[in-house]
């Protein structure tokens, strides 16, 4: 039975469709798994065990009928940030207390309207600001990846690291994350992992919890390319409870994956070639260069200039829009209330003790950032640089389909080892804030191991909804990098 739980999501799909085993086999086997694992990996913070058993056999009785959907019977973990009715949603923040939604977020009903099954909530950084998921209320997720000959915990990135280790250690089929600076895609290339950022606008926001929301965008995290085409397909839609959602149609990606990159130009930005980047993140990016050039395509060098600022442009903009975002948690409305001897000193005392020390200190910037004498000098600076940054990504797309960079410029770190410095963490999205602050799509794909038995991630990025092309690139490296090591099983 255990088996069960390794299959990739287009391969249960097969599974069900073909009846070799029904949604509940599939959905017992994934409990018994979380049940197992969960309190060594931490992964999942609410476990909805006989929530699952039930969608599973509702699943099984339309699939009886015909009338099964395209992720019928599919369970899948849903990260902590998606308001889940009647299933308590905290964004693994204290502030939120046993906050229970009573209304389904947009993504979430997409993927049961399509017939999965909900396994619980993911962990994840407080508020999704983090990239270690050390600032989640309920302490941090295990990596089942462990360095070689080594015992140390190490993080599975963040702030998705609940939703990458439900899926590396096959606590859940896939996953939903969400991705503001790189939460999706470092987290996918800590655990060898397949997530994707689609364009800003693609998923509604609606029931996902804010941060930064001119960033802010929902993805999955998934076994393989092909899982991450079928699940963003699900994910995806128009949605008029969102006022930035956009109006296109959700094409049909799955097929994309398999069309190879003969024929495309792809782009490598030197700007992205970092100092302190490890020799074996340099060799994987040429390695995948020259993966893309044996299979047809076309390497073009590429200039981003304005690369350098799109850090401190992130570290200002989405701490400022965290500010505003996160005034609505004051003691009144929802969750935690430390009862003060007056108004002000309710908000206070609430805020003070709901709020982790990380989400403090980006309030703390944001407010700084947007307040009068200093709104110009950093907050409009920072959106100036901001278009600087989508136009450096206009240009080389006109000549190119789409760019390859490393996700990130290191692997898996150890819990503890860039904590006390919170600048030595922001370096860690060098490589992924460009495209949120673009909007545009980019996707991880895993295609190394190093030399201390740790996953390494690709990043695709692509034209604003051209997702398409991502897919084809990553499946392509995918296909060449033959990517299929497990972590072995020490929880
Ligand atoms: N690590 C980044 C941050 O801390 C990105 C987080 C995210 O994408 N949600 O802000």
């Known amino acids: 039975m255990s088996e069960l739980t390794k299959l990739t999501l287009t391969d249960a799909m097969s599974g069900l469709e073909s009846k070799s085993f029904s949604s509940r086999e599939l959905t017992q086997a994934f409990v018994d798994a979380i049940e197992a694992s969960n309190d060594t990996l931490n992964a999942y913070v609410v476990k909805t065990p006989e929530k699952a058993l039930g969608m599973a056999d509702a699943s099984d009785e339309r699939r009886a009928a015909g009338k099964a959907g395209r992720l019928d019977g599919a369970p899948l973990g849903i990260k902590d940030l998606y308001c889940t009715k009647g299933v308590r949603t905290t964004a693994c923040s204290n502030i939120l207390d046993e906050f229970t939604p009573t209304y389904e977020s947009t993504v979430t009903q997409n993927l049961w309207d399509a017939g999965a099954v909900m396994l619980g909530k993911l962990n994840m950084d407080e508020f999704a600001m983090g990239s270690s998921n050390e600032t989640s209320r309920f302490g941090p997720p295990s990596n089942p990846w462990r360095r070689d000959g080594s015992n140390a915990t190490l993080t599975s990135g963040g702030s998705s690291g609940g939703s990458a280790t439900a899926v590396a250690a096959d606590m859940c089929l896939a996953a939903t994350a969400s991705d503001t600076g790189g939460s999706i895609r470092q987290p996918a290339a800590f655990t060898g992992t397949v997530g994707i950022k689609p364009t800003y606008g693609r998923a509604s926001r609606y029931g996902m919890v804010a941060f930064a929301s001119s960033l802010d965008q929902a993805g999955p995290i998934t076994k393989n390319v092909a899982d991450a085409a079928l699940l963003s397909e699900i994910m995806c839609s128009h949605d008029p409870k969102d006022s930035t959602s956009l109006s296109v149609e959700t094409p049909n990606w799955l097929e994309d994956v398999s069309k190879g990159v003969k024929g495309m130009r792809i782009g490598v930005p030197k700007e992205y070639r970092v100092d302190g980047m490890p020799q074996e993140i340099e060799d994987l990016w040429a390695q995948g260069i020259k993966w893309l050039q044996e299979m047809g395509a076309e390497i073009v060098d590429v200039s981003l200039p304005h690369t350098k600022y799109a850090l401190p442009a992130y570290y200002i903009v989405a701490p400022a829009e965290a500010s505003s975002n996160l005034a609505r948690y004051d003691g009144m409305r929802y969750g935690a209330r430390v009862q003060g001897d007056n108004l002000t000193s309710t908000y206070e005392g609430t805020r003070a003790s709901g709020f982790g020390e990380e989400v403090q200190r980006r309030l703390l910037i944001g407010t700084y950032v947007l307040s009068s004498g200093y709104y110009d000098a950093y907050y409009i600076r920072a959106q100036k640089v901001r ?52 909007g545009l799509p980019g996707i991880s794909v895993p295609a190394a191991i190093d030399a201390q038995g740790l996953p390494l991630g690709l990043q695709v990025i692509g034209k604003a909804l051209d997702e398409a092309t991502c897919f084809r690139v990553a499946g392509a490296i995918e296909e060449a990098a033959g990517f299929v090591a497990k972590p072995s099983k020490w929880w």
Do not use: H, W
């Open 387 to 438: 278009t600087r940054i989508l136009q450096d990504f206009e240009t080389v797309f006109e000549d190119v389909d789409a760019l390859l960079t490393p996700t990130c410029p290191s692997a898996a770190f150890a819990y503890g080892e860039k904590t006390g410095d919170p600048v030595q963490m922001y370096l860690n999205d060098i490589f992924t804030v460009t495209a949120n602050l673009a």
